[in-house]
């Protein structure tokens, strides 16, 4: 898995993958958008991957 340097505390960040999945308001349909995140677990910093 690939690791990189928080910024916050040093410790090492994990690449995430995350999906979110929203209604279509008026509609029975869903729309899931997936985007991948650099997370801290030691200190909860993240930001987005630019991958």
Do not use: H, N
């Not at 999945?21 to 958008?33: D, H, M, S, Y």
């Amino acid at each position: 898995m690939p690791e990189r340097e928080c910024p916050m505390c040093g410790e090492a960040m994990r690449l995430r993958e995350r999906e979110i999945v929203e209604r279509v308001p008026g509609t029975p349909q869903t729309k899931a958008t997936k985007y991948r995140e650099w997370v801290c677990p030691e200190c909860d910093y993240f930001e987005e991957s630019e991958e």
